[in-house]
C-alpha cells in the first residue's frame, strides 16, 4: 500500500461541505453530491466511454474567474489525478496513457513530472504581455518526434533549436480535460454529479490543484530517500543532517482559486489551445537571460526563480532533442542540484540523474554505502565540460550541453583525493559492510562507520592525462571516451546560475572562459581532446570560470545558488515560496482566495496518518517547521517513463527486497 492515500470506507458518499470563505471570485453553484474514489474501484479501459454529465446554467465561461472548490470535490479529484498517472505500464496501456518508450515519440508522457511541466509553461506569458495561468498552452510545435541519437540516419540532420516549447504536453492536457469534463474517467464509478467543468470551476484552477497533488507526491519521494536512499543520490542525511534533509512546511502553499482560462480560438473546439503566442526562452541561452526571464515574465526575483530551477533535478531527460541521456542532479527535489552546480562537498555518485535503480545485473545501482576522501570525508570533485551532441546539421553538431567530469579525471577538481569505490561488495543483513577482496591491498584497511561511510580505503588514483585533439584510432581511445563523458547533462544557462559563462558558436555551445573557449574545429576535423567511442559525441577539456556576478536585486547570482547549496531547508523555504508565486502569475492577490485546505500541500499526507486539523493555517504556524511526509510512506521510485528495460512504477519496498527495480510496475491503484 502506498502510505500516503486513505479514502473513506468502501461505497460511502459524504454530503457535501460548502467552504466558509470571502466571496468566491466566480460563480458558485449549490454543492453537489461527491463519493469518493476507493481503492477496489475499476479503472476505465480505452473502449470505454467516459461520462460527460448534465449541462446546466452554472457551467464555466472561459475568460471568468474559476469557481469556488469543495472539500470533497478536491479530494475526489486527488485521486482521479493519482490513479490518471498511475505508473504501471500494464495499466498506462489499458486505461489510455501510455505514450511508448524511447527518446522519440509523437505524444507525451502522462506522469507527475509531465504535470509539474505543466504548471510551469501554463503560468507564463504571451508576447503581447498578457496571460498567467489560464489554462491553455500553445499548440505550435506540438507532436514533433526526434531527432533520436540512437539512429544514425538522424545525424546532422536537424535545424538547431532556438526557443523552447510545449511539445509533449499534449496528452497530459488531454487526459487532464477528461478530468475536467467527466464525471467518473479514469474509474469506472462517477464521483460527481456534475463535471467541474459544468459546476463552474476553471481549467487553471485544476491544472493547478494538479500541480499540488503531483509536487505532494514528488516531496514525499524526496523526504522518503532521506532514510531509503542518502548515500548516493539523497545525499543531504550525510552532508548537512537527516533533519535539514526534510523539506517541511514553515507556512502555507495554497491552492488559490478564480483564476481565468483563456477564451480558445480552436477551431477543433479544444479549449486548452491558446489562441495567442507565448512568449518561451531560448533553450540553450544563458543565465542572464534565463534570470531576466524570470524577472519579466514571472515577476520573480532571481534566488526564487532559481530556487525553482531544482525541479530539473527530478526529471529524466527531455524527449525529441537528439540528448542522451538524463538530466543531472540526484533524482530527488533536493539542494544536491545546487550542490553540483557549484560544486560543493560531496560523495561520490556518477549514475546521477535517473532514479532507474537497478538494471539487468541485479543490485546495479542500489547504493548502500557512501565513497569520499580516505577517511570518509566529502570531496568536491565536479568539473564540467562541454559536450556535442550529433543531431543538427552545423559544423559543431549539436545540440550542445555541459556533463559533469569523472571524480578521478585528470582534469577534475581533486582527483587525488578521491577514495578506491570498489571495497564494499554489499551490506550483509546484520548490518555489516562485506569487503570484495578480490582487490587486495587497495580495500584491506576498509571499514564502514554508523552512517556506512567507507573509510580506509587506497586512492583511487588520477586518471592519466589527455593531450592534443582527438584522432581516429586513438591509442588512449579508451580514457578520451571515458573522460569526456557523463550519462548527465546540464543546460548551459543551468551551469551559468553558478559560473561566469555565457553562449556562442553556430551549436550554441558554453563559452566565456578557458576550457570552454577551446575552438572545436569542425565535426570532420575536431579540436577537442575527447570522443565517445561509438558515436561522434565530442567534448572540450574541462571549464575554468570564474563565479557569476550578475545582482539584479543586489545579491549576486553565485551567492545565491550558494545560500541554496549550502541549506536544503533555506532551498525548501525559497522553493515553495516561488511555487506559490509562480502559480499565482497574471493576477493580483484579491482576484485569487484559498480553496479548500485540502488541496494545500502537507495537508492530505496529514490527515492520511489520522492527524485533526481544523485550521490548516493556524496548525502550520503552531508546529512550524512542520514534518508532513508519512514516515512510513512507501513512494513509486520513478516519476518519469525510464528506460526500454526499467519501470518507474516500483516502490522503495518492492525494488530493496528484490534487489532490482526492474519489469513493468506494482500492481495496486494509483493511490
Not at 474567474?65 to 490518471?84: F, K, N, S, Y
Not at 541554496?564 to 516561488?578: K, T
Not at 525510464?642 to 534487489?659: E, P
Request: aromatic share 10%.
Amino acid at each position: 500500500m502506498e502510505g500516503s492515500e486513505k479514502p473513506p470506507m468502501e461505497g460511502s458518499t459524504k454530503p457535501p461541505v460548502e467552504e466558509a470563505s470571502s466571496q468566491a471570485p466566480g460563480s458558485t453553484p449549490p454543492p453537489q453530491m461527491v463519493t469518493i474514489p476507493q481503492r477496489s474501484w475499476e479503472y476505465m479501459t480505452t473502449e470505454m466511454d467516459p461520462t460527460p454529465g448534465p449541462l446546466g446554467e452554472t457551467s464555466y465561461i472561459p475568460g471568468t474567474p474559476g469557481g469556488q472548490w469543495t472539500d470533497d470535490e478536491v479530494i475526489a479529484t486527488r485521486l482521479r489525478i493519482l490513479q490518471m498517472i498511475h505508473p504501471h505500464w500494464d495499466v498506462k496501456k489499458a486505461q489510455g496513457t501510455w505514450n511508448g518508450v524511447g527518446v522519440k515519440t509523437t505524444k507525451g508522457q502522462v506522469t507527475e513530472n509531465t504535470i509539474l511541466r505543466l504548471v510551469f509553461h501554463d503560468c507564463g506569458m504571451y508576447t503581447d504581455g498578457t496571460g498567467g495561468c489560464d489554462g491553455c498552452i500553445m499548440w505550435k510545435g506540438m507532436h514533433k518526434s526526434g531527432p533520436s541519437p540512437h539512429d544514425k540516419d538522424d545525424y546532422y540532420g536537424t535545424e538547431p533549436i532556438e526557443k523552447t516549447d510545449n511539445n509533449g504536453m499534449d496528452q497530459i492536457t488531454e487526459k487532464l480535460e477528461l478530468i475536467y469534463s467527466t464525471l467518473d474517467w479514469p474509474f469506472q464509478n462517477a464521483s460527481l454529479e456534475m463535471s467541474l467543468q459544468q459546476s463552474g470551476k476553471s481549467r487553471a484552477d485544476l491544472w493547478e490543484l494538479a500541480g499540488l497533488v503531483a509536487l505532494e507526491r514528488t516531496i514525499e519521494r524526496a523526504n522518503r530517500a532521506c532514510d531509503l536512499d542518502f548515500h548516493a543520490r539523497q545525499q543531504v542525511t550525510l552532508l548537512e543532517s537527516r533533519d535539514k534533509c526534510e523539506i517541511k512546511l514553515k507556512k502555507p502553499l495554497k491552492f488559490l482559486t478564480g483564476r481565468s482560462d483563456c477564451v480558445s480560438e480552436d477551431p477543433e473546439g479544444r479549449g486548452y489551445v491558446a489562441p495567442k503566442t507565448e512568449e518561451h526562452p531560448n533553450m540553450f541561452g544563458d543565465a542572464k537571460e534565463i534570470i531576466d526571464f524570470g524577472k519579466t515574465m514571472f515577476g520573480m526575483d532571481a534566488e526564487h526563480w532559481t530556487a525553482l530551477q531544482a525541479i530539473h533535478g527530478v526529471v529524466h531527460a527531455p524527449a525529441n532533442l537528439g540528448i542522451k541521456y538524463t538530466w543531472f542532479g540526484s533524482g530527488y527535489l533536493t539542494n544536491m542540484y545546487f550542490k553540483m552546480i557549484a560544486n560543493k562537498k560531496r560523495y561520490r555518485f556518477e549514475e546521477g540523474g535517473d532514479l532507474s535503480f537497478g538494471d539487468a545485473v541485479a543490485a546495479a545501482n542500489i547504493f548502500k554505502t557512501a565513497v569520499g576522501d580516505q577517511d570518509g570525508n566529502p570531496v568536491a570533485q565536479n568539473g564540467w565540460r562541454a559536450s556535442c551532441m550529433m543531431a543538427w546539421n552545423t559544423t559543431e553538431g549539436g545540440p550542445c550541453l555541459l556533463r559533469p567530469t569523472p571524480a578521478t579525471a585528470f582534469d577534475s577538481p581533486n582527483p587525488d583525493k578521491m577514495a578506491f569505490h570498489l571495497c564494499v561488495k554489499e551490506v550483509a543483513s546484520n548490518g555489516t559492510c562485506v569487503i570484495d577482496t578480490k582487490w587486495g591491498k587497495r580495500c584491506e584497511n576498509t571499514w564502514c562507520d554508523d552512517k556506512y561511510i567507507e573509510h580506509g580505503s587506497k586512492l583511487a588514483g588520477v586518471d592519466p592525462a589527455i593531450e592534443g585533439e582527438w584522432y581516429p584510432n586513438a591509442t588512449d581511445q579508451r580514457w578520451r571516451h571515458s573522460e569526456g563523458w557523463s550519462n548527465q547533462f546540464a543546460f548551459p544557462w543551468e551551469i551559468g546560475l553558478y559560473w561566469n559563462l555565457t553562449v556562442g558558436g553556430v551549436a550554441q555551445r558554453a563559452v566565456g572562459c578557458p576550457g570552454l573557449d577551446t575552438p572545436f574545429g569542425t565535426v570532420d576535423e575536431p579540436n577537442w581532446p575527447f570522443r565517445t567511442s561509438n558515436s561522434p559525441i565530442f567534448a572540450s577539456p574541462a571549464m575554468q570560470c570564474n563565479v557569476n556576478t550578475y545582482a539584479p536585486e543586489g545579491k549576486p547570482m553565485h551567492q545565491i545558488v550558494d545560500d541554496l547549496a549550502d541549506d536544503n531547508e533555506h532551498f525548501a523555504e525559497i522553493f515553495l515560496e516561488g511555487w506559490q508565486q509562480m502559480t499565482s502569475n497574471g493576477y493580483s492577490p484579491e482576484q485569487l482566495v484559498d480553496g479548500p485546505q485540502s488541496g494545500w500541500l502537507g495537508y492530505n499526507s496529514l490527515t492520511n496518518q489520522g492527524v485533526e486539523i481544523p485550521d490548516f493555517e493556524t496548525y502550520i504556524q503552531g508546529n512550524a517547521p512542520l514534518t508532513f511526509t508519512d514516515p512510513k510512506a512507501d513512494p513509486y521510485i520513478c516519476g518519469h517513463r525510464g528506460h526500454a528495460m526499467v519501470s518507474c512504477g516500483i516502490k522503495f519496498s518492492t525494488g530493496y527486497a528484490a534487489k532490482q527495480f526492474e519489469g513493468p510496475g506494482d500492481e495496486g491503484p494509483g493511490f
